[in-house]
């Protein structure tokens, strides 16, 4: 297992962007994929995006294709979830995992990722 840090949460309004970042604290490996997954209040975590490190292939959930994007950024070994034209349904804790052994295409499945963050607050205000 791998510790992960989140962080870029926040407070914002509707139409508005949001950048999150995870990090392992070890470091990555070609070997990972990680994933961004959210929970809302009285609601099922759910898969939002995914990354494979090896092939940088990516997956995403239908409700945020074409406004959020998930990169890497080999030379500081962080994830990034790019999130734009923010609704107020985003609204969730955001947590990254990571699939210790998924080098070439990203699970949708939380079954699949071994380690995961603490989670970061977003906050959509309408």
């Known amino acids: 297992q791998v510790q992960l840090v989140e962080s870029g949460g926040g407070l914002v309004q509707a139409g508005d962007s949001l950048r999150l970042s995870c990090a392992p604290s070890?470091?990555?490996?070609?070997?990972?994929?990680i994933g961004w997954f959210r929970q809302a209040p009285g609601k099922e975590r759910e898969f939002v995006a995914a990354i494979a490190w090896r092939s940088g292939s990516t997956a995403y959930a239908d409700s945020v294709k074409g406004r959020f994007t998930i990169s890497r950024d080999n030379a500081k070994n962080t994830v990034y979830l790019q999130m734009e034209s923010l609704k107020p349904e985003a609204t969730a804790v955001y947590y990254c995992?990571?699939?210790?052994?998924?080098?070439?295409?990203?699970?949708?499945?939380?079954?699949?990722?071994?380690?995961w963050g603490q989670g970061t607050q977003v906050t959509v205000s309408s």
């Open positions: 995992a990571a699939d210790l052994n998924a080098p070439w295409v990203p699970s949708r499945s939380q079954r699949n990722y071994d380690s």
């Open positions: 070890e470091g990555t490996s070609s070997r990972y994929a």
